[in-house]
């Protein structure tokens, strides 16, 4: 049985184009430093900070520390959900940032710097939050597919992009630099589909869609805000939807999404809720917490108060 106040440390190798298992000795002496005590495991394989996370808690240990981005504090929490002996609720989840985009810490207002994200870890008690989650379920090579979702999700332009940059780092190819390639190929290839968005049993939204992006968190894409009023601990899942525009149009749309006023654009229509389904013609991709994980149709539920967090928000 594992000491619970002891940190596992999962360090995700392929976070930042595999910046973190770089940066990893560095951020070893600082925790030693601070005099936190831990254990490491590092991911060797896509995924595996799932299996870590799963078996990590199964073996007694409450309190993971990530070293990585917004996909491996994904991965985590999913490791978490994917077992039924502990309740998640009795697991504290805390962040060293080292990814590309690093939105759910961006949120969480984790720095950047790492002494000062050590600092944040050595005072976790002080700085403990409970934020929703939402569990996403959708068809993946033709069978039901579940995920559980920290930040933010999305279908249309997002998901392309997503799915074109996971291709990519299959591949080996990581990066912020990769990760524009992607971007400026789903712009230039993508085409407006057909969606059908119902919240808490009502009908929201028909009609040719740009991008659908769902939010317990306020960033994605590297600060960019799709759904800038999120709250992560108020029991509802924010909702944006940008309907069909040119392409032009939404190249002028950008100021907006990183000023966090994309409301005020006539094509964005938003609200909030605590189910959502979503469908589209003929399908669209789904993303959350920037993985693709698989296809229309969606089924969003939020699970209030999902998770306890080191946060300084």
Not at 264 to 291: C, F, L, Q
């Amino acid at each position: 049985m594992s000491d619970p106040s002891v940190w596992r440390v999962i360090v995700s190798s392929r976070s930042g184009g595999g910046k973190a298992r770089k940066d990893w000795p560095q951020i070893e002496k600082l925790l030693k430093t601070s005099k936190i005590e831990f254990s490491p495991l590092l991911t060797n394989h896509a995924y595996h900070a799932i299996e870590l996370a799963r078996e990590s808690v199964l073996e007694g240990w409450r309190k993971l520390l990530v070293v990585g981005g917004d996909g491996a504090v994904h991965e985590v929490i999913n490791g978490l959900y994917s077992q039924h002996e502990v309740s998640p609720s009795e697991v504290t989840v805390a962040l060293i940032p080292v990814g590309s985009g690093n939105d759910w810490a961006r949120f969480h207002r984790i720095p950047s710097d790492y002494a000062a994200a050590v600092s944040l870890v050595a005072d976790a008690a002080a700085h403990i939050r409970v934020q929703d989650l939402a569990r996403v379920d959708t068809r993946m090579d033709g069978q039901a597919y579940c995920r559980y979702m920290v930040n933010i999700g999305g279908l249309g332009f997002d998901s392309e992009v997503c799915r074109r940059f996971d291709l990519s780092k299959e591949r080996g190819h990581a990066g912020d630099k990769q990760y524009l390639k992607s971007l400026l190929a789903g712009f230039l290839s993508y085409r407006c589909l057909q969606f059908r968005v119902t919240v808490d049993g009502e009908d929201f939204f028909r009609g040719p869609a740009f991008s659908v992006a769902l939010g317990l968190g306020r960033y994605c894409g590297g600060g960019m805000m799709q759904t800038p009023e999120a709250i992560p601990d108020d029991g509802l899942i924010d909702l944006t939807v940008v309907r069909k525009l040119k392409k032009w149009k939404f190249l002028a749309k950008v100021p907006s999404l990183l000023h966090g006023t994309i409301f005020r654009n006539k094509e964005v229509i938003h609200t909030r809720g605590k189910r959502i389904d979503i469908s589209a013609a003929p399908y669209s991709y789904m993303e959350v917490d920037g993985e693709a994980v698989g296809i229309t149709p969606v089924h969003i539920s939020v699970i209030p108060n999902g998770i306890q967090v080191v946060s300084n928000y």
